[in-house]
């Protein structure tokens, strides 16, 4: 039966900074150390769970831990700070969340609405893949919050798609050794194709509400033409079995039409 080892260790310099302190905390406290960290991860997405999951592989590979147990204490620490971020969700409430884009420029509360109707009925499949998509990762509990998804489908589909996301990153440290680092370079490419692509969907959106709020002030600002609207009596009606009088053009009511440019 074929083995697979990690990758020999090339001449590197030790890690410090940042680096150097997670891979001190999961060597100290093995898989829980791991699991703290990613949990801290989904709190305050600037801390990079590309960075995180390679390092827990390869301090795995450094023998502080076995590769499964990183799997695990990762995907539980994913579990764990989703559900936080889903109870700050459902403590925000429907009620508060249209509060809240009431108050924030060019937002509509139909687009809240939209929002809402999209996530009831895709709720699953976005929690699932959300879990695998840089900066959605811990985002995507909040709506799960706001729309009261119930707890145990929203815990299963956050596991699935955390083991998913963890294993995948886990291995690629423990398998690339010392050469952990190039993981990151990789799904550096990654994250910041998300962030363009979630910057220009901001773009587009505020450019598609300007012109449309634009649109709107013109034609409320558009001058307006009044036109009598002159009766016709039963005086002018053959056979009318009725008789209305005819109203002067003076005495007619008027109806406005908007001269739009």
Known sequence: ????????????????????????VMEALGGPGAGLIIALENLFPPIPSELILPLAGFTASRGGMTVGGAIFWTTLGSLLGALALYALGAKLGRQRTHAIAAKMPLVKLEDVDR??????????????????????????????????????????????????????????????????????????????????????????????????EGRTKHEAEAPTEEFAAVGVGADYLEGATSRIPALEPSEAPTVQFRRVR
């Open 115 to 212: 929002t809402e109707a999209w996530f009831a009925k895709h709720g699953v499949k976005a929690v699932f893949f959300g879990r695998m998509i840089p900066l959605f990762r811990s985002f995507i509990s909040l709506p799960a919050g706001v729309d009261r998804m119930p707890v145990s489908t929203f815990a299963l589909f956050t596991t699935l798609g955390s083991l998913v996301w963890n294993s995948i990153f886990v291995l690629a440290g423990f398998y690339l050794g010392e050469n952990w680092h190039l993981v990151e370079q990789y799904a550096g490419v990654l994250s910041k194709a998300v962030l363009v692509a979630v910057a220009a969907a901001v773009v587009w959106f505020v450019v598609k509400r300007v012109r449309q």
């Open 1 to 24: 039966m074929e083995t697979f080892m990690p990758l020999p260790a090339t001449a590197t310099a030790e890690p410090t900074g940042f680096t150097g302190w997670v891979i001190g």
